[in-house]
DNA sequence: ACTCAATTGACAACCAGTTGGCAAGTGAGT
DNA sequence: ACTCACTTGCCAACTGGTTGTCAATTGAGT
């Protein structure tokens, strides 16, 4: 039945709540020993996912939240000497961001602390099941853009 | 490999992030032309689940937030007369928070919007990949919480 | 060259959540 | 009855995101 799905979106949607908060609590608490955030590691991560600097709307865009708020981000790891600016020779305001010979240090500490964390929260889930997972997120997603925009 | 899993993880996290942003984001649209947030729909959402009227810390327990994040949110929706607090006999200080006659028609009105919008957004997944999915998510988050709390 | 819409960074205000501290209420152990 | 740890509501400060406004930059159309 119809009414059968909607309740299990429902399930899932709360399930997704309440995943985002405990991640977002996991993460921090991972990187907490280097100084850092969950905010702060996802704009590393993405930037360091891009294999070059990029410019704090392309940070935004990457992380699927808008420009101030990677902005934000930004603005406080230059300050912070985690990050630093190049002169973008396509736009004299914007310039382009990458991590500083420190926060690249930083960020590959971060990225083992991450990796050998994740590994053990996956063993005993089949890896059939996360990619199954990941592929039905995915086409939520999807359709909700679509939805959203359309 | 392990390696793969961590990288399978990564995906299906950075995907939770994007789909919370997004379901959010959505849900604040579903409701706005009810003057409503997704937050208190979440509240409202809490005590209707549990079918009796609540005390704040119960409602935060059930949203899976801290006690002073739903406070705010109960509060906020008591000034607006979209629930109402029915004196607690077993605790002087914290009353049962219940929706009131308005809250409940708003509820209701919200319930049969969602259901509509969450059917028309499953349509097209197959109800089998749904439940694994959301099975497979809960691991995840049992897995998670007796990690983090371990 | 000129114009005008779009992009960009800075700033302010706001929302929803967090932590931490305080005072009042609760309840179990003694 | 007393004590002491715990719960609870409120308050303030903070974080990480949002929207909106502004001025500077950019670039495409003319």
Redesign the interface.
């Known amino acids: 039945m119809?009414?059968?799905?909607?309740e299990?979106?429902?399930?899932?949607?709360l399930?997704?709540?309440?995943?985002?908060?405990?991640?977002i609590?996991?993460g921090d608490?991972l990187v907490k020993s280097l100084k850092l955030t969950s905010a702060k590691w996802?704009v590393m991560g993405a930037v360091t996912l891009a294999g070059k600097a990029l410019t704090a709307p392309q940070i935004a865009v990457a992380m699927?939240?808008t420009r101030q708020g990677a902005q934000k981000q930004v603005n406080a790891m230059v300050k912070e000497g985690l990050m630093i600016l190049q002169p973008n020779s396509g736009h004299k305001r914007s310039p382009l961001i990458a991590l500083s010979e420190l926060g690249a240090r930083v960020y590959e500490k971060v990225d083992r602390i991450?990796?050998d964390w994740?590994?053990?929260?996956?063993?005993?889930?089949p890896?059939h099941?996360?990619?199954?997972?990941?592929h039905?997120?995915?086409?939520?997603?999807e359709?909700?853009?679509n939805?959203?925009r359309g």
């Open positions: 119809s009414c059968h799905e909607s299990i979106l429902t399930k899932i949607v399930t997704i709540f309440r995943l985002n908060g405990c991640l609590q996991a608490e996802q699927g939240i991450w990796v994740a590994n053990q929260l996956a063993t005993g889930i890896d099941d996360l990619l199954e997972t990941l039905t997120l995915e086409k939520i997603r359709r909700l853009v939805n959203t």
